[in-house]
């Protein structure tokens, strides 16, 4: 059975240095798919960047802490009863961060005594579309829109809203907290900017803050494409940084492109790519038999960090150095729970409870064998609220 890492309770809270850094005045134009330039030696100093790379380290060293208590609610509406069932409505359930989420959700409903309806949107606009109208044929309690754009289905959004039916989304939205238009109770998210900036700073201080970066994304989640412009921003905050591609590869189509495209990267860039980051772990699932059919060690270069989500394979890769270095993941499991406590809250007439979970760094070396991220106390912490 693998481990799942919990921070340590009672262990003071761990002040996260500042992802803000100011762009330097020779900010450098990342390409599209075809720049051919490389990680190039800078005069500004044996770093590359030694002011930004300096911050990076900094605020990776603190991303990294694990000894990270719960800084959640802790109080709250007792569970509302009555069996009620919520509808978790996927972007696609091969997402490992839908999928987890998702998982979240169904286990902290069975504490608080509610059913969870799982539908499978199947990565694409109709299959969505389709999703949240079957969805709303059931009259569920509360709908999870998990992990794709309400704004793709206005018309089902309003419907919802009509009938009274929150909605409460996971990775719905690039900022968390509530939303107007789309009117969404809640969305619950790390914040986009602190994971972009620390997934940008893993690279500059892995790197000395010299690098030829890889940058892969889906273009068409808006989440994610704010996200990777956000790393792209970051990186170019150190002149020693280059990005040598933006790659758009759809979620969807992961496993057939990412292969075929990581075999093309290899060999326009060869040894210039040193660092890869991905909107998504999951892209470094479908990366590793390329790498390992050219060669390339499981250790790297390049080293790759996912800007998300955190799921178990990816553990799996890092603690195995399979062709991953680090994640920055998302709790998914607690924020499962708090999608659960925000129904509660939205069915007892009282606002959102406004929790954002912290910016968190995985590697091997403290991990230690885990294959999940969670601050601590966050079950026992929702338990007493509900009255569970």
Request: aromatic letters at 6%; one cysteine or more.
């Amino acid at each position: 059975m693998h481990r799942n890492r919990r921070a340590t309770p009672g262990v003071r809270k761990v002040r996260l240095v500042s992802c803000a850094l100011l762009a330097t005045a020779s900010v450098l134009v990342g390409c599209e798919r075809g720049s051919s330039s490389g990680p190039q030696a800078s005069t500004t100093g044996p770093g590359g960047c030694p002011a930004v790379h300096a911050r990076a380290q900094a605020a990776v060293t603190g991303a990294e802490q694990t000894d990270v208590p719960w800084g959640g609610p802790t109080t709250g509406p007792v569970a509302v009863s009555g069996g009620r069932t919520l509808v978790y409505v996927a972007q696609a359930m091969t997402n490992p961060g839908v999928a987890g989420a998702a998982d979240g959700v169904k286990e902290a409903a069975r504490v608080i005594g509610w059913n969870v309806r799982v539908i499978d949107g199947g990565g694409t606009p109709t299959g969505i579309q389709a999703a949240m109208s079957e969805a709303l044929t059931l009259k569920p309690a509360g709908i999870v829109i998990g992990g794709f754009d309400p704004n793709a289905t206005s018309r089902q959004v309003a419907r919802a809203a009509a009938a009274g039916i929150p909605l409460v989304g996971w990775h719905a939205l690039a900022a968390p907290g509530p939303s107007r238009r789309p009117e969404l109770f809640t969305n619950v998210t790390t914040r986009v900017e602190e994971v972009a900036a620390v997934s940008a700073q893993w690279i500059i201080a892995h790197s000395d803050g010299r690098a030829g970066v890889v940058l892969i994304t889906d273009a068409s989640i808006p989440f994610a494409r704010n996200k990777s412009d956000l790393i792209k921003e970051e990186l170019a905050t150190c002149p020693g940084v280059r990005l040598l591609a933006s790659e758009n590869i759809p979620i969807a189509d992961a496993s057939s492109r990412t292969p075929r495209e990581i075999s093309s990267l290899l060999s326009r860039f060869g040894g210039r790519w040193t660092h890869s980051v991905a909107i998504n772990d999951l892209y470094f699932a479908d990366a590793a038999p390329a790498f390992r059919a050219a060669g390339e060690k499981g250790s790297g270069p390049p080293f790759n960090i996912g800007a998300g989500d955190g799921d178990p394979s990816a553990f799996q890769r890092i603690n195995h150095r399979q062709y991953q270095s680090a994640t920055v993941p998302e709790p998914l499991s607690l924020q499962g729970w708090q999608i659960v406590d925000e129904f509660n809250r939205a069915f007892s007439g009282r606002p959102a409870s406004g929790y954002v979970a912290p910016v968190h760094i995985s590697t091997a070396a403290n991990s230690e064998g885990a294959t999940t991220w969670d601050p601590s106390g966050y079950q026992q912490a929702y338990r007493t609220i509900w009255g569970k």
